[in-house]
C-alpha cells in the first residue's frame, strides 16, 4: 500500500493540553505529521489520514527531550479551532 506523509507547522496562542501528556504544551509553533495511506480500488487518487504525529520540541518541563507522540487529529484540529476563538480548552 502506497503511502505519505503531510507536513506542517501548527500554533497554539495559548496553552494547551493533549491526551497523553502530563504537562500543557506552552504557546507557539509546533510540526504536525499526518501519515496517510492510498485508496485502492477506486478511480481516482485519494488518500486516508492512518496516524497523526505532533514534535514536542526540548524544554526544561520534558526533560530537554524532544518528543514525537501520536495524537488524535480531530482533538488537535478541536484545540486549533479553540486557541483561534480565545476560548481555553
Do not use: C, K
Amino acid at each position: 500500500m502506497m503511502t505519505r506523509t503531510q507536513h506542517r507547522t501548527i500554533h497554539f496562542n495559548a496553552p494547551a493540553l493533549l491526551d497523553g501528556l502530563e504537562y500543557p504544551l506552552g504557546p507557539g509553533d509546533y510540526e504536525l505529521n499526518e501519515d496517510e495511506e492510498l485508496i485502492e480500488g477506486i478511480s481516482w487518487l485519494a488518500y486516508r489520514r492512518v496516524a497523526t504525529f505532533i514534535t514536542i520540541p526540548p524544554t526544561s518541563a520534558n526533560g530537554n527531550v524532544s518528543r514525537m507522540l501520536p495524537v488524535d487529529a480531530e482533538a488537535i484540529e478541536e484545540l486549533l479551532r479553540r486557541d483561534g476563538l480565545g476560548q481555553s480548552a
